[in-house]
Nanobody, 115 residues
């Protein structure tokens, strides 16, 4: 199982970034995928999650109405569209899945939002 995130970088306050997570090594179209983030000195927190078909999504209150999670099962990819960025969105962002009872994480992609 491999998850590879990309798309992070420096964003401006009020701007946008799109993160990508490309998966391999498991049946992607059967799996729930989640985005988490971890800021320095803070615990890792759930940002958004999407079910296998993409018809059910969940967001943390802090990102609701600003972030959108979606997936393309033909490309084994999940995306996180982040709009109206805030400095408090600065964190390392990770995608995560569970396969046969085991949790797998990507290596993360850093998002830094300047004020």
């Amino acid at each position: 199982v491999q998850l590879v995130e990309s798309g992070g970088g420096l964003g401006q306050y009020g701007g946008s970034l799109r993160l990508s997570c490309v998966a391999s090594g498991f049946t992607f179209s059967s799996s729930v995928i989640s985005w988490f983030r971890q800021a320095p000195g803070k615990e890792r927190e759930l940002v958004a999650a999407i079910n296998n078909a993409g018809g059910s999504v969940h967001y943390a209150e802090s990102v609701k109405d600003r972030f959108t999670i979606f997936r393309d099962n033909a490309k084994n990819s999940v995306y996180l569209q982040m709009n109206m960025l805030k400095p408090e969105d600065t964190a390392m962002y990770y995608c995560r899945t569970a396969v046969r009872g085991s949790i797998y994480w990507g290596q993360g992609t850093q998002v830094t939002v300047s004020s």
